[in-house]
């Protein structure tokens, strides 16, 4: 943990968090990953989300007013790190994306009504929810070309659209959906707005899990198409004002940013640790160890640096976010999304190779991580995208010297 960024609430709690992942987590993990068995799989979920609650640690970003913990975002960001180290950390406490991002947008932005329909038994963890951007005919590193329409017609919302990778759609109560209502704005950055859609209502189709690298997963642990075919619903649940879609999607993103990013440190430092019990126990002869190579080493102390120093990017940016908004550290979230994203990638990379065969099956989590992990390089802006906003801003800084 950096002392630079922690606070006496954060160094009672992570040994708490850490205790209950080794404890109870952990030893039923791979359990937990095959979802093959449903209902089993759900049940587990459930038991464990009885005993966070029981623990006193349920829910750390929600205020205390709210059931929860009441940590700012860079005492999140530690705790997320810690709960990173296992698929289920997060789901267990119910600070899991997509539904975090969402209590976030509806906790600031919805009114009273859906506050107490739809906020409310999301956050008791009741129920689960989905976000409904993404579109697979359109490019979505560019979110203003959108089909999906929403047309007022009396009292209603009429909507219309074809969605996916709508994370965690299967079992969720409610989705987030993002859809046209002002095509005629001038700025193409107000024509969308945000719709809270019951998922059973008539016209949610649900039409698969998208399966990743070969594994479609289920309930919580899965990515949807979804399309929505004339679903009626109440102008009273559209959130916030009609042409806020895209500001409401920034002010998700930014925090989101920082909860994906320090889950990467903790899937990747529980990759590291692997790698290392790996190297110090596996044989290569009758005198050496994996750990006696020199590009064993090597990989070690470059996964070390590397996740030590995206840590320390990223609780900066969350130190900035928390005192200046998203908007000021727009390059600060960009940097920390694509550096940490490759710097996952790397690690597990690493560990895979170091395991060897091991490594490539499903005995241990590795390869897991590594199917569903490969798209942090894609999901929530491109690296190529992040990247072209860094290279922007300081450009800008030389041109406006050069004036």
Known sequence: MIDLFTTSKVKLLIPKYTHFIKEEILPIEMKLLDVSNRKVHENLLLQLR???????????????????LGLDLVEFAQVSEVLGTTPFGHYSFNCQAPDIGNMELLHSYASEQIKSSYLSPLQTGKIRSCFSMTEPDHAGSNPK???????????????NGHKWFTSSADGASFAIVMAITN???ESPYERASMIVVPTDIPGFEMIRNIPIMGEEGAGYVSH?????????????????????????AQQRLGPGRIHHCMRWIGIAERALDLMCQRAISRKISSKEVLADKQIIQNWIAESRTEIHSARLMVLHAADKIEKHGSQAARVEISSIKYYVANVLQQVLDRAIQVHGALGITDDIILSWWYRHE??????????????????????????????
């Open 374 to 403: 490969r798209g942090a390089r894609i999901y929530d802006g491109p690296d190529e995208v992040h990247k072209s906003v860094i290279a922007r801003a300081v450009l800008k800084e030389y041109q406006t010297k050069s004036r």
């Open 224 to 248: 949807a198409e979804i399309k929505y075919k004339n679903c009626k619903v109440p102008l009273s649940n559209l959130i916030h004002k009609e042409g806020q879609g895209f500001m409401l």
């Open 145 to 159: 070309n959108l089909s999906t329409s929403a047309v007022k017609e009396g009292d209603h919302y009429i909507i």
């Open 50 to 68: 009885e005993k966070a609650k029981q623990s006193g640690l349920w829910a750390p970003h929600l205020p205390e007013a709210e059931g929860g």
């Open 183 to 185: 095509p005629e704005a």
